[in-house]
């Protein structure tokens, strides 16, 4: 986390995903994708200057690029991605999906739905992948409980979880909400702790939680932090990071919320729940119709 390694890379290697009934299934590169589909968002595109790169974008009027993980643009032509262009997906775990429309997907028939836009499982990701402007992948706090501003990207970035009023974990998008597999209390207590009706959090390809927190209602006993917190960004910021922290707060702007909702880093997954890793499991098979009709 925060250095330098080997330049990304996909790793065509099997993944263990849960799924409903407490039973876990062994999923192979290829094979569609039977839990939810999520992560941060990036794409493939090519340009004159630069040629194939990974692209993160947001409303056409932000964007950051990088190199392409090893291996990874050729795995999407050969599953039927034309070019191997378009988008993909990186969950915490960092596993790589991606959505394959059905009359260009071999394996169709093996999945939950064989209509629409099927997602597949393309492998792992490893080594580093980053942007050289900012980084995704900060140095986690020295202690639990320490937090800081995110300066990471903060749109289409991280799964989606929300910390529910019952204290659970739940993965969402749109109405549905599937509980992760295991107990996550740890992680549940430390956003709480600065939001305590609960609300959504985020976690990234390289296991780090960010979250949104509402300056206006932060508990008394937590303002002091929040405030040095924020205080010590605007001295350290870049410039790239200063822009994509004001983008999310302007974004964010609300009645309840006039000076917006700012991006707070809490950690990495490893400093809570003995390092386990949200999986949501999907107990409604309406969902995989549902995501199907989405292209992303």
């Not at 795995?75 to 070019?83: I, N, V, W, Y």
């Not at 988008?87 to 939950?112: C, Q, V």
């Amino acid at each position: 986390m925060g250095t330098q390694v080997t330049q990304a890379a996909l790793e065509q290697q099997p993944t263990d995903v849960p799924v409903e009934g407490g039973r876990q299934v062994t999923v192979l590169p290829g094979d569609p994708w039977p839990s939810a589909y999520r992560g941060s968002e990036y794409s493939i595109v090519t340009s004159r200057k630069h040629g194939a790169v990974a692209k993160w974008s947001h409303m056409g009027d932000i964007q950051a690029i990088t190199d392409v993980p090893d291996g990874l643009q050729e795995a999407l032509r050969d599953l039927g991605k034309e070019a191997g262009l378009g988008s993909f997906r990186l969950t915490a775990a960092g596993e790589i999906l991606t959505k394959i429309p059905d009359s260009d997907y071999r394996k169709r028939g093996k999945a939950p739905v064989s209509r629409g836009y099927i997602p597949v499982y393309v492998g792992q990701i490893e080594g580093m992948f980053d942007f050289q402007a900012f980084s995704n992948d900060p140095a986690p706090p020295k202690a639990v409980g320490d937090v800081s501003v995110w300066s990471g990207l903060s749109f289409k970035h991280g799964e989606t979880w929300a910390v529910t009023s019952d204290d659970t974990l739940c993965w969402s998008w749109q109405d549905y909400y599937f509980e992760s597999a295991f107990d996550h209390s740890e992680i549940v207590e430390i956003y709480k702790r600065f939001r305590p009706p609960g609300g959504l959090i985020y976690i990234n390809e390289h296991g780090h939680i960010w979250g949104n927190i509402n300056r206006e209602n932060v508990p008394a006993s937590e303002q002091e932090r929040i405030g040095k917190a924020f205080s010590e960004w605007q001295q350290t910021a870049s410039n790239a990071e200063r822009r994509l922290v004001t983008r999310r707060l302007k974004r964010m702007e609300s009645k309840s919320a006039p000076d917006g909702l700012l991006p707070m880093y809490f950690g990495h997954l490893s400093q809570y729940d003995e390092g386990l890793i949200p999986k949501p499991v999907v107990n409604d098979e309406h969902y995989f119709t549902d995501t199907a009709k989405d292209l992303d």
